[in-house]
C-alpha cells in the first residue's frame, strides 16, 4: 500500500460491450473512423473545415490567435449571425416549411413552429427588445419556462448582438439578483409564469421579489402571458413604465429585423455553473468559435437527420439547453421537442408518452433521470410505443453502467446506441463521447475524445501519465488520473465573466499549458475512457484514491439499489472512511439485512477497500437543480460542518431531513 503515488486507482470492471448494428453504422453522418486521424493531422485546419459549415457574412484572417493564452481567438476577422445561421439560411434554401419546435405543455396541449413561423416571431421579439432600448453588446437576462418562446427569446438577442444570460426558471430571487447584477443585465425577459407537476410557478413574482432586492441595471421587464390574458396576472406587482406585456408589445412588432453582423469573438452568452462544486462561475462563450463546436458535434454525436424528431429533456437554463437545443441542432434545421414540465405529471410516464405521442426518434437526457425512472420501475416505459427511437444520449454527471444497461434495455428496445456525452458549461461542446455510427460502446464509459479534441490523464504531481485521442490504444494496464485537454478548442469558454483571474486559476494552473476540467478519468485496458467525477470527491481510503462514481455504481448495480452518493469521512485508522446514502427503489422492502448485503455487495464487485463503514437508506439525495448530486453537501453533514453554497440546491428540505437522519443514525 502506497501512499506516495495518489495516482486514483481504479477497481470496478466492465466488459460488456456494445458495437454499432450494420443498419445504424450504413446511415450514419460518420462513418469513416478516419476522421480521427484526419482531425488529428492538423486540428486547426480540422476545425476550419467544420466553421465553413456554417454561413459567414466575412471570411476570418486567421484560425487561432495563441498571443494571448490562455486567452485564446478562434476565426479572428470573422463576421457571423448565430441566429442567421439558426434560422434565416434554412428559410432562404428552402426549408421554411419544415418543422423547428414542437412545444409540449405540461397540461397535455401543444403547439407547432415551422422554421418560417420561428423566423416572424424571433423577429418580432428582436425588435421588441430593440423598442425596449436593447442594443448590441447589452446583457438580457431570460427567466422563463421552458417553452419555444425561451428558445427564441435566445435567438432573438443573438440576432441583435445582445448576449443573453438565461437563468433556470427553478431559481430563487436571490439567485436571479445575484446573477442579473453579475452579468450587468438591462432587460429581464419573464413570462406570467408556467406550470411544474401541475402547479403554477410564478415567475414574474420571483423576478418582482429579486427586484426588490435591488438590480440597479435593470430597466425593463418583459413578460410573456403563458398562463393568462393578463400580464399582470400571478402574484405579482405590475409596474408601470418598467414591465411590458409580450402581447402587446411583441405581437405588434414587425416581421422583419436584419442580424446583426457579429465579430466571431463577440459574446454570445454568459451562463452561471449548476454549482456542484461551489459558488456558481459566469461562463463567457463567443459566436464563431462556439457555434462551430455544437454545429459539428450535433451533427457527429447525435446523426442527426431531417426525418428526426430530437428530444434533448434539459432545460435552456442548463448550458446543454444552449448546446443541443438550441444552437447546435437549430443550426443544423433539426426538428426540436420541447417540453415544459415535469416527468412524473400527470403520471411517471409523461415522459414515454410524449415519445410515443410525437414519434420522437432521438432522446438525450440525464443519469438522474434514468435513476429515477428505474426506481419508479419498468411498467412505465413497457406501456408506452417508444419504437421511433432510433439514438439515446446521457450528460452531466457519469452514468452507472446499470442505469445505462437499464436505459439500453428498456427505453432503447436494445435497438438504440447510447452516446454519453462528457463536457461542461465551459467546454461548450461535447468532448468525450462515441461516434453512434463508428464507437463500440462500454456501459459506464464516454469511449473517446471527439475528433479535434486531444485529452491527457495526469498524475496529481502533473506528470503526464497519458496521452488520449480518438485513436483507441490499449494500454498495459489501465491508467487512473485527472483529466486534461492539450490544446484549445473553438468551443471553449473565453473566460469568467468579470474575473480573469479566477478562469486562469481554475481552469489554466493546474497543469502546465494545459485545460484542467477538474474531473478525475480511468483508461481501462481495452481503451475506454471512465469519468470518474470530480477530483475533489475523489476519496482517499487507506494511502487508495478511490472514486466515488465506482463505489456509486457498484451500489446501483445491487438489485435493491436506485440511486447511491458516496463520500470519504475523516476516518482515525484509514485517513477517510467510505460514507454511502442510498434510494431504494419503490418495489423493495427494506428489511434488516439490507444494510449488511449492500456493504458485501460493495466488498464483492470492487474488493474489501471499497466497502463503504457507514450506510444511510434515504427518500431523496440532495441535487442541484439540473438533478446532480451534491457531495460537497453530503460532507458537510458527515463531518458535522456548516453548509457551504446552497443556493443551487433543488430542494433544501433534503438536506434538512438527511442531516437529521444522519446525526440519529450516528446516535
Ligand atoms: P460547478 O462547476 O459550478 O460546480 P457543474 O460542474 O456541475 O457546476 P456543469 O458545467 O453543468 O456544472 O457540469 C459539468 C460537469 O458535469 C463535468 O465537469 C462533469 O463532472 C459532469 N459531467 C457531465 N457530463 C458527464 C458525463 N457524461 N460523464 C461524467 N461526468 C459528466
Ligand atoms: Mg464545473
Known amino acids: 500500500m502506497s501512499t506516495e503515488s495518489h495516482t486514483i486507482d481504479t477497481l470496478l470492471e466492465e466488459s460488456r460491450t456494445y458495437p454499432p448494428s450494420d443498419e445504424f453504422t450504413s446511415q450514419a453522418n460518420v462513418k469513416d473512423a478516419t476522421i480521427y486521424a484526419h482531425a488529428a493531422k492538423d486540428p486547426i485546419a480540422f476545425w476550419e473545415e467544420q466553421a ?45 416549411s419544415r418543422t423547428a419546435v414542437i412545444c409540449e405543455y405540461e397540461p397535455g396541449d401543444h403547439r407547432t413552429y415551422t422554421y418560417d413561423d420561428a423566423l416572424a416571431e424571433v423577429c418580432r421579439i428582436a425588435n421588441a427588445l430593440k423598442a425596449l432600448g436593447v442594443q448590441k453588446g447589452d446583457r438580457v437576462c431570460v427567466y422563463m419556462p421552458m417553452t419555444a418562446e425561451l428558445c427564441f427569446t435566445m435567438l432573438a438577442c443573438a440576432r441583435i448582438g445582445a448576449a443573453h444570460s438565461v437563468v433556470f426558471g427553478g431559481f430563487s430571487p436571490d439567485s436571479i439578483a445575484e446573477r442579473v447584477n453579475d452579468a450587468g443585465a438591462k432587460v429581464i425577459v419573464t413570462a406570467d409564469g408556467g406550470w411544474r407537476r401541475g402547479k403554477v410557478v410564478e415567475l414574474k413574482r420571483m423576478v418582482d421579489e429579486a427586484l426588490a432586492l435591488g438590480c440597479p441595471t435593470i430597466e425593463r421587464v418583459l413578460v410573456l402571458e403563458r398562463l393568462g390574458n393578463s400580464a399582470k396576472y400571478n402574484g405579482g406587482t405590475w409596474v408601470e413604465g418598467r414591465d411590458v406585456s409580450w402581447t402587446q408589445l411583441v405581437n405588434a412588432q414587425s416581421e422583419d429585423c436584419p442580424c446583426e453582423p457579429m465579430d466571431s469573438e463577440d459574446l454570445l452568452f454568459i451562463l452561471y455553473t449548476s454549482g456542484s462544486t461551489g459558488k ?11 457555434l462551430t463546436g455544437v454545429n459539428a458535434t450535433s451533427r457527429w454525436v447525435f446523426d442527426l437527420k431531417p426525418t428526426d424528431i430530437y428530444w434533448c429533456t434539459a432545460d435552456c437554463g442548463w448550458v446543454t439547453g444552449h448546446s443541443y437545443i438550441v444552437y447546435g441542432p437549430m443550426s443544423n434545421a433539426a426538428t426540436l421537442l420541447v417540453y415544459e414540465g415535469s416527468p412524473d405529471f400527470p403520471d411517471k410516464d409523461r415522459f414515454w408518452r410524449i415519445i410515443e405521442k410525437h414519434r420522437a426518434t432521438i432522446l438525450y437526457t440525464a443519469p438522474t433521470a434514468i435513476r429515477t425512472f428505474m426506481k419508479w420501475g419498468t411498467h412505465y416505459p413497457e406501456q408506452c410505443d417508444l419504437s421511433s427511437l432510433r439514438l439515446l444520449g446521457s450528460v452531466g454527471e457519469p452514468i452507472n453502467p446499470e442505469a445505462w444497461v437499464w436505459y439500453h434495455k428498456f427505453i432503447g428496445g436494445r435497438n438504440c446506441p447510447i452516446v454519453d456525452t462528457w463536457w461542461q458549461t465551459e467546454t461548450g461542446n461535447i468532448m468525450i463521447s462515441p461516434l453512434p455510427g463508428l464507437t463500440t460502446a462500454k456501459p459506464g464509459s464516454a469511449t473517446r475524445p471527439m475528433p479535434g479534441i486531444s485529452a491527457a490523464i495526469m498524475s496529481e504531481e502533473g506528470e503526464t501519465l497519458a496521452e488520449v485521442s480518438g485513436h483507441v490504444e490499449k494500454p498495459e494496464s489501465s491508467i487512473g488520473g485527472i483529466l486534461a485537454v492539450n490544446k484549445p478548442w473553438p468551443g471553449m469558454l473565453r473566460g469568467i465573466w468579470g474575473d480573469p483571474e479566477r478562469y486562469i486559476n481554475t481552469y489554466w494552473s493546474r497543469f502546465k499549458g494545459k485545460y484542467f476540467p477538474g474531473d478525475g478519468v480511468k483508461l481501462d485496458e481495452d481503451g475506454f475512457l471512465f469519468l470518474l467525477g470530480r477530483v475533489d470527491d475523489i476519496m482517499l481510503v487507506a494511502g487508495h484514491n478511490i472514486s466515488t462514481m465506482e463505489v456509486e455504481s457498484a451500489l446501483v448495480d445491487h438489485p435493491a439499489v436506485a440511486e447511491a452518493a458516496v463520500i470519504g469521512k475523516t476516518h482515525e485508522i484509514k485517513g477517510q472512511g467510505i460514507c454511502a446514502f442510498v434510494t431504494i427503489k419503490s418495489e423493495f422492502e427494506v428489511t434488516d439485512t439490507l444494510i449488511g448485503d449492500l456493504k458485501h455487495h460493495v466488498g464483492t464487485k470492487i474488493g474489501p477497500i471499497a466497502r463503504p463503514d457507514d450506510i444511510i437508506l434515504t427518500a431523496e439525495l440532495p441535487k442541484t437543480r439540473s438533478g446532480k448530486i451534491m457531495r460537497r453537501l453530503l460532507r458537510d453533514i458527515a463531518e458535522g460542518r456548516e453548509l457551504g453554497d446552497t443556493t443551487t440546491l433543488g430542494d433544501p428540505s433534503v438536506v434538512a431531513a438527511l442531516r437529521d437522519k444522519y446525526e440519529n443514525t450516528e446516535g
Request: net charge neutral; charged share 20%.
Open 52 to 96: 465553413r459549415h456554417l454561413s459567414w457574412s466575412q471570411p476570418w484572417s486567421q484560425a487561432l490567435d495563441e498571443s494571448e493564452a490562455p486567452f485564446f481567438k478562434w476565426f479572428l476577422g470573422g463576421k457571423l449571425n448565430a441566429c442567421y445561421n439558426c434560422l434565416d439560411r434554412h428559410v432562404e434554401a428552402g426549408l421554411g
Open 280 to 290: 456558481p462561475k459566469g461562463i463567457m462563450h463567443t459566436t464563431g468559435g462556439y
